[in-house]
Structures are given as C-alpha cells and as structure tokens.
C-alpha cells in the first residue's frame, strides 16, 4: 500500500456524533401537560394616523384607540368562524422573570412570566394569550352609571367615558363591591347574571340598589388573566443540520421556543382600564 500524498486535502468525515431531537416527543408533552390558552394575533391598527409618532386615532371604532387590533392566526385556514383566536397549549414557568426591585416599584415589579410554545407557533411581539386554566384576583375602582343594570366589560372599542364604568376583564367571581361607607351584598344589591348566547357572567345591580348615578365603587373580582409577548423572543429555536462535514440527510426541525409574556395592564403601550 502506497503512502498518502501529505500535499492532499484531507476528505472531510463524521468527527462526532449527530443528534436529533425527537420533536413528536415535545408535542406529546404540550399535550399532555400545557395549560390551555386563547392566543391572537397583534397587527397594528390602520387608523395610525401620525406618521412620525404612529399616534393611533384615539376615536378609532375598531381598537379604541389602542393602536392594536387582534386576529385569529388562523383567519385564513379557517375564514367560516367568526372568532379572533384560536385555543392552543403552552407552558407558563419563572413568574417575575428578570425583575430589576431596584428600577421598578409597587405592582409593576410583578407580573413578568416565561412562556413556552410549539415551533409551529410563529408568535410574535404584542401577541395576546387569553388564559383558560388559571385565574388571578383584580380589583379597579368603577363609576357608576344607573342607565345600564348590568355592569359591562372589556376596554376595547368603548369610548374614554363608557370605559370608566365597565369592568376591564368578563368576572369569574366577584368578591367585594363597595365605597369607603358601604358593602353591596350578592342577593340583596345584586346578583350574577347568567351567561346568555356566548357571553359571559356579569355583575348586575339589583333595581334601585347600588351606589348612585356617577358614584364612584370599587370592585374586587377573580378573572382569566391576559398575558402579552412583551419582549423580544430570545429562545427561537430551530435545527436544519447537519453542520458542514457531517453525515446525515438535511432535516429542518421547528423545536419549542420561548418568550417574555407580561399580564396586559403592566405592559407600556396598555390602554386605560
């Protein structure tokens, strides 16, 4: 056997061992342990009028004024439901993520979490994920308005003037209802009204009970908290192997990412309650 000319390139081989990941393992594990959530999709709002500040049209019908509007990601795919979200499995882990104490007081030290989702999800900044499996307490202070018996909900499409006197998320359960002098029971001030035709459960004043016309009350409620891609996705993680010298068929694989999500009334560009 004759030797190796050493002027010769040396042909490239398998120097290490090429793994894979099992991505059918991941899927099984968001379907069996992930929590349920409604997930959206933010686009910014047309009515964005000022074209150096992007300043949203604050009498806009469709996002109120937010500068955001929220489709289902699957409108296309799907165009027969009239629903802006579709209900997905993620994991939410690491509450108060990278929270500064030292720059940040009060509530807004809380409120940060860790969110997990399938590669196939393409989530992106001011994403919206709705919970269906967990719950939190909230409280806001409300003005009354004696023309409406049941107390109304969400901060989307209403005026500044109607938005003071509903309650910003649908109730679960409600636990208090008062001012600085007076309690309002359940049975005798008001009671929950049922949900009719796919709305919710609603807090509804009793007639001729309840604080008065333009009275300010505060209201403490259990809802299904918002949470909003508030940062930058920094665990994106796809595979396309094999690197440059290895064996091994060229598969793209979509593994699992990971985000910053933060409950919606603590992000920067929240609306007023």
Not at 15 to 21: E, L, S
């Amino acid at each position: 056997m004759g030797r190796r000319d050493p002027t010769l390139p040396v042909k490239p081989g398998k120097i290490r061992p090429f793994a894979r990941f099992n991505v059918t393992q991941f899927a099984k594990l968001f379907e069996a342990m992930g929590l349920r959530f409604r997930w959206s999709r933010a686009m910014l709002c047309s009515c964005r009028i000022n074209e150096q500040t992007g300043q949203p049209d604050p009498t806009c019908a469709t996002c109120g004024g937010f500068g955001m509007r929220y489709v289902s990601p699957r409108i296309y795919d799907r165009p027969e439901e009239d629903l802006d979200y579709v209900v997905v499995k993620a994991f939410l882990s690491s509450a108060s993520l990278d929270t500064d104490i030292f720059g940040e007081a009060g509530e807004m030290a809380h409120g940060s979490a860790q969110m997990s989702v399938p590669g196939e999800m393409d989530v992106g900044w001011r994403d919206r994920f709705v919970a269906i499996d967990h719950e939190m307490p909230f409280s806001e202070v409300l003005v009354r308005d004696t023309a409406l018996l049941a107390v109304p909900y969400g901060h989307i499409g209403r005026t500044t003037t109607d938005r003071l006197s509903a309650m910003r998320y649908p109730p679960v359960k409600i636990n208090f209802v008062g001012d600085e002098s007076t309690t309002w029971f359940p049975v005798t001030d008001w009671r929950y009204r049922e949900p009719v035709l796919g709305e919710v459960q609603q807090l509804e004043w009793l007639l001729g009970r309840g604080p008065a016309d333009g009275a300010r009350y505060s209201v403490h409620y259990t809802v299904r908290p918002v949470w909003v891609v508030d940062a930058a996705m920094y665990g994106v993680m796809d595979a396309s192997g094999p690197e440059a010298g290895l064996t091994g068929s060229s598969v793209h694989q979509s593994l699992p990412r990971t985000f910053r999500v933060r409950l919606d009334w603590l992000t920067e560009q929240a609306p007023d309650a």
